[in-house]
């Protein structure tokens, strides 16, 4: 005979398994792109890096979550927000690095496509207060900024949604702009100023 006492209990334990199963993150939701760059101009007003010449190098990589929602509501701009665990940035240069933290980062990415204005293609990233984990003294604080923009015609960026894969920034007039901002604490953000450029920007 059909045990219905126990069948009652199972149909509940496999629903509830189902439920929490739609509640878990896409698998392969973050996305990486892997840069290199140089930077061309320091300022360093506590000498922490010590001499270093200049155009400096500098590899890293960032990750995103590719599901993240758009919070602009405008059409043509998007803007993404990146909360989940393991998305952040990682950049090297010299003994120094300069990264997210791995759980709870936030890493924001916006992107501006106008076709009908034909202006600018504008792709920038942004992060809060990050730390530096090689090189640089205890409790330093530090933000990254990064910028493709791309003037008329307007062919980085094809919508405002945002980009699985990098932009290209090999296209003739494409500029890119990458900087590390960095101090002793939150007020003093701005004593170590690195700005440099792009040179690569590919998928891992």
């Given amino acids: 005979m059909h045990n219905v006492r126990a069948t009652v209990p199972a149909m509940a334990l496999w629903l509830l398994s189902l439920t ?51 919070t602009d ?4 701009h998007g803007r993404y927000t990146s909360t989940l665990g393991g998305s952040g940035i990682v950049i090297r240069f010299d003994t120094f690095s300069v990264e997210t933290p791995s759980v709870g980062p936030t890493l924001s990415i916006t992107t501006s496509d106008e076709p009908l204005n034909n202006a600018a293609d504008i792709y920038s990233i942004r992060t809060g207060n990050i730390g530096g984990t090689a090189g ?10 990064i910028d493709v923009v791309k003037g008329s ?52």
Avoid: H, K, M
């Fill in 20 to 70: 929490a199963c739609c509640n878990c993150p896409p698998t392969g939701q973050l996305t990486t792109f892997e840069f290199t760059g140089e930077f061309t101009s320091v300022f360093d007003a506590f000498g922490v890096l010590g001499e270093r010449s200049t155009p400096l190098s500098f590899t890293g990589w960032y990750s995103f979550d590719r599901f993240a929602p758009d």
């Fill in 73 to 76: 509501a405008d059409q043509d």
């Fill in 136 to 145: 640089f003294p205890a409790g330093w604080l530090f933000q990254v900024l």
């Fill in 153 to 204: 015609p307007s062919d980085v960026l094809t919508s405002d949604e945002l980009p699985t894969t990098p932009p290209d920034i090999s296209i003739s007039g494409v500029n890119t702009t990458f900087q590390i901002v960095g101090g002793p604490d939150a007020q003093n953000i701005g004593s170590l100023n690195l700005n440099g450029r792009l040179l690569s920007l590919t998928p891992r």
